[in-house]
């Protein structure tokens, strides 16, 4: 099911893709609409899921941690349930995935030394249930988007 979104919802979205902290004052005085307005609208976005939260945007380089690894895993499809219990539970994992293809599950985590993330791999290949493990290390960035543009978002409506 689709959320029904209008004009200002989406004028409210696009601030806040721009800038997280815009008050909602400021968003107020562009649609000429009262803050508490805004708030409501906001709040009203989050109930219905198009607002999944917003966040501090953390630069792991800068703290000394590795690039992120992504970790192709084939699994038991009969042990995959209990399998995604054990790998989110694993303090490094960002973000686990079930994925169409050769391999069922993606796995992204951010470890502090190569150290760590040999004995991290070690780890997740000693798990019941994983047939088989490719590992893809990150050596640079190109492009990081947490957002799809306005642009794209403004042709759904």
């Given at each position: 099911?689709?959320a029904?979104?209008?004009?200002?919802?989406f004028?409210?979205?696009k601030?806040?893709?721009?800038?997280?902290?815009?008050?909602?004052?400021?968003?107020?005085?562009?649609?000429?609409?009262?803050?508490?307005?805004?708030?409501?609208?906001?709040?009203?976005?989050?109930?219905?899921?198009?607002?999944?939260?917003?966040?501090?945007?953390?630069?792991?380089?800068?703290?000394?941690?590795e690039?992120?690894?992504?970790?192709?895993?084939?699994?038991?499809?009969?042990?995959?349930?209990?399998?995604?219990?054990?790998?989110e539970?694993?303090?490094?994992?960002?973000?686990?995935?079930?994925?169409?293809?050769?391999?069922?599950?993606?796995?992204?985590?951010?470890?502090?030394?190569?150290?760590?993330?040999?004995?991290?791999?070690?780890?997740?290949?000693?798990?019941?249930?994983?047939?088989?493990?490719?590992?893809?290390?990150?050596?640079?960035?190109?492009?990081?988007?947490?957002?799809?543009?306005?642009s794209?978002?403004?042709?759904?409506?």
């Amino acid at each position: 099911m689709f959320a029904v979104l209008d004009r200002i919802d989406f004028h409210i979205l696009k601030k806040l893709m721009e800038d997280g902290r815009i008050s909602y004052r400021a968003i107020a005085e562009e649609t000429q609409l009262t803050d508490v307005a805004i708030k409501k609208r906001v709040e009203s976005l989050k109930r219905k899921g198009v607002l999944a939260g917003i966040k501090a945007e953390i630069n792991y380089d800068v703290l000394g941690f590795e690039k992120p690894i992504f970790i192709q895993i084939r699994s038991d499809l009969s042990k995959t349930k209990d399998l995604l219990k054990r790998i989110e539970s694993f303090e490094h994992v960002m973000e686990v995935y079930q994925v169409l293809g050769e391999y069922n599950l993606l796995v992204k985590a951010v470890l502090p030394d190569m150290k760590a993330i040999k004995e991290f791999i070690t780890r997740l290949g000693s798990l019941d249930g994983i047939l088989d493990i490719k590992t893809l290390m990150v050596l640079e960035k190109i492009q990081k988007r947490d957002t799809l543009p306005a642009s794209v978002l403004q042709k759904r409506f």
